[in-house]
């Protein structure tokens, strides 16, 4: 409920607001193909409610290729493609939600790890457990920025 207006604000600034997961208990979720379904349609009609938009990407809970669900996640990707989703996973870790960060530790995370792709996209939390990562998003994007407007990364488009 509390993220809803942030939500709301992010698709009328014009972002693209993309799925994860209703919660994060990857045994219930990835039980079947069903209750995954069944968790992902909570997350689009609320997404649907707030935004009046129809989200077109999505991100497995756990990822593509995470133990726990890999099994139902195989079965269950042709049925979001024929949804007319795409699916992303994470190439580049903030690990955020990993023992105890620090904004140095999240900082240097992200950074050592950038180069390793041509099209990185970065895996960070924020919410009640995590307020950090909030915290020293500015810093992130600034050097992100200042980074992309001296490298490779200025050709590709998102």
Avoid at 4 to 20: D, P, Q, S
Avoid at 41 to 48: A, G, H, L, N, S
Avoid at 82 to 91: A, C, M
Wanted: charged residues 25%.
């Amino acid at each position: 409920e509390s993220g809803k207006e942030a939500l709301k604000r992010a698709a009328e600034e014009g972002h693209t607001v993309g799925m994860h997961s209703d919660s994060h208990d990857y045994k219930k979720i990835n039980a079947s193909v069903e209750s995954l379904l069944k968790d992902y349609e909570k997350v689009f009609t609320m997404i649907q409610e707030v935004t009046g938009e129809t989200p077109k990407i999505y991100r497995f809970p756990g990822g593509s290729y995470n133990s726990v669900g890999k099994s139902c996640i195989k079965k269950a990707i042709p049925e979001m493609e024929r949804r007319g989703f795409v699916y992303f996973d994470w190439n580049v870790t903030a690990e955020d939600a990993v023992g105890t960060p620090t904004a140095s530790s999240i900082k240097k995370n992200i950074f050592k790890n950038l180069e390793q792709t041509d099209a990185p996209v970065i895996l960070m939390h924020d919410g009640p457990c995590n307020s950090l990562t909030v915290e020293v998003l500015p810093e992130i994007i600034a050097e992100l920025q200042r980074r992309w407007s001296a490298t490779r990364y200025k050709n590709i488009s998102y």
